[in-house]
């Protein structure tokens, strides 16, 4: 039979397992949890020295007892188990949340994450900047907030792109709640419910989230790894039916990470024009290119304004605030008018703190930077996977961002490995998550923005070690 000291411990571990207690926080002192739960100060002292030896609790000398800042592998164990029950109704925007919430769960590695490590962008300086626009702004007018946005972050960022040859006009510009708005405002202007929308095969699952939750329908196109969507393939759907509108991402596509070359760029740009066809382009890692210059973006090819360029800093610069833009071409009054039925505005003082900082600090030393570190540890995790992932296993070659795709051999279920990588607290993103179709179900994608660490070395051998356990099992199924 349990006894009470053990009862109080474990209900202690829950709370610590959900949350309740916070790694580094201190818990209720000894006396004063004698008095909540009715039990004798011996019974509290003998649960939190159990709870010691769990590797729960420390205690601090004249201070108390405080949940330990890295929770042990059995509690981590325990959240794995629960994020798994919550994905095995596996449907795409369930299964995205749960890959994200279990990210942050007790350290988990993020090979998951779909957000870059911000450690090495300059969020410190821009919260400067925000914090002393707060104090000379007792207040704001709500006017200043109003669609577009801010006129100095407008500027900003049209000055960037005629510095890399892509002419702009500031009136085109409205300012966003991040990418994700700017490419469902861009959505809402050109396609009504009941449309069907063209999508890149595999493709990002915000845009796939997107066209559900409007109402559309998407229609999958086979995508190559290194030129991006299939135009012949293309122009054979738009022939057979009605197309509202494409949605792509042609430099360092997630989560094939390619940069679509200039002339495809053109043909699939003169393909939707000839047609009058809308295309959304998702550039939100225009900044994280590996090459010597920045690349061209379909905007460069509209002639027609049909193109509607959708981008954000939260890939480069800070994921905090979520600032992003649209340059709708043709449908900017569309969208300007959408996004305040939407979201009424975007807040100024984020805008107003991302503007100053172009305007005076050292953005570009800070990409080259990124881009460097991203470089770099790209090819240290293709190599990685090739040493330790099971024969057969394939990878693509980013040319900019910082997600791999990594194809391994087809009897390896990614759902499967996704489970057995979260009961050791690894995140993979599976790639079912990337299609409507239940496809790809043998890829996964890995995020390389983080540190390449002795620990993530580990992982990453743990995850190819997991893998080549469920190919030899399926192997032996098959016999």
């Known amino acids: 039979m349990m006894k009470l000291y053990e009862k109080f411990a474990d209900e202690i571990e829950e709370a610590v397992r959900r949350g309740v207690f916070a790694p580094g926080e201190r818990v209720t002192s000894v006396r004063q949890a004698s008095q909540q739960h009715g039990v004798s100060i011996k019974t509290v002292l003998h649960a939190y020295a159990l709870l010691e030896s769990r590797g729960i609790l420390e205690t601090r000398p004249q201070s108390g007892y405080?949940?330990?800042?890295?929770?042990?592998?059995?509690?981590?164990?325990?959240?794995?188990?629960?994020?798994?029950?919550?994905?095995?109704?596996?449907?795409?925007s369930g299964l995205v949340l749960s890959?994200?919430?279990?990210?942050?769960?007790?350290?988990?590695?993020?090979f998951g994450s779909p957000y870059p490590d911000p450690e090495p962008f300059p969020w410190r300086r821009i919260n400067q900047y925000a914090n002393a626009i707060a104090r000379r702004h007792a207040s704001w007018n709500l006017i200043d907030d109003l669609p577009p946005g801010n006129p100095e972050l407008i500027r900003q960022i049209a000055r960037r792109y005629a510095e890399n040859g892509v002419p702009v006009d500031p009136d085109e510009i409205v300012i966003t709640v991040g990418a994700t708005e700017a490419i469902n405002l861009s959505l809402q202007a050109v396609a009504k419910p009941g449309d069907t929308v063209a999508v890149e095969s595999p493709t990002y699952y915000a845009m796939l989230h997107a066209i559900e939750r409007l109402g559309m329908r998407a229609i999958e196109v086979p995508t190559h790894p290194a030129d991006g969507i299939d135009i012949d393939a293309l122009a054979a759907i738009i022939a057979r039916r009605k197309i509202a509108a494409c949605m792509v991402m042609p430099n360092f596509q997630n989560p094939l990470g390619f940069q679509m070359p200039d002339e495809r760029k053109r043909r699939l740009v003169e393909l939707l024009?000839?047609?009058?066809?809308?295309?959304?382009?998702?550039?939100?890692?225009?900044?994280?290119?590996?090459?010597?210059?920045?690349?061209?973006?379909?905007?460069n090819f509209d002639t027609k304004g049909l193109v509607l360029h959708c981008a954000s800093f939260s890939k480069s610069l800070t994921a905090s605030y979520r600032i992003g833009w649209a340059m709708p071409g043709r449908f900017r009054a569309q969208v300007e008018k959408l996004k305040f039925l939407n979201t009424l505005t975007t807040p100024s003082v984020p805008q107003v703190a991302i503007a100053d900082y172009l305007r005076q600090d050292g953005y570009d030393r800070h990409l080259r930077r990124?881009?460097?570190?991203?470089?770099?540890?790209?090819?240290?995790?293709?190599?990685?996977?090739?040493r330790f992932f099971p024969p057969g296993t394939r990878t693509s070659t980013p040319q900019g961002g910082y997600v791999l795709w990594v194809e391994l051999p087809p009897r390896v279920d990614s759902m499967k490995l996704y489970r057995a990588a979260l009961e050791c607290g690894i995140t993979v993103g599976p790639g079912t998550m990337f299609s409507t179709r239940n496809a790809f179900s043998h890829f996964i994608?890995?995020?390389?923005?983080?540190?390449?660490?002795?620990?993530?070395?580990?992982?990453?051998?743990?995850?190819?070690?997991?893998?080549?356990?469920?190919?030899?099992?399926?192997?032996?199924n098959d016999k």
């Open 66 to 92: 405080f949940v330990r800042a890295k929770p042990p592998a059995r509690v981590m164990a325990r959240v794995a188990k629960r994020t798994i029950a919550a994905a095995s109704e596996v449907d795409v």
């Open 99 to 110: 890959t994200l919430r279990s990210i942050g769960a007790h350290d988990a590695v993020p």
């Open 273 to 299: 024009s000839e047609h009058e066809i809308p295309v959304i382009e998702n550039d939100v890692y225009h900044e994280l290119y590996f090459g010597d210059a920045r690349p061209s973006t379909l905007k």
């Open 370 to 386: 990124v881009r460097k570190l991203y470089r770099q540890q790209a090819r240290i995790m293709m190599s990685m996977v090739e």
């Open 445 to 476: 994608r890995l995020n390389y923005s983080y540190p390449w660490t002795a620990d993530s070395e580990a992982a990453l051998q743990r995850l190819g070690t997991l893998a080549t356990e469920l190919d030899a099992h399926a192997k032996e």
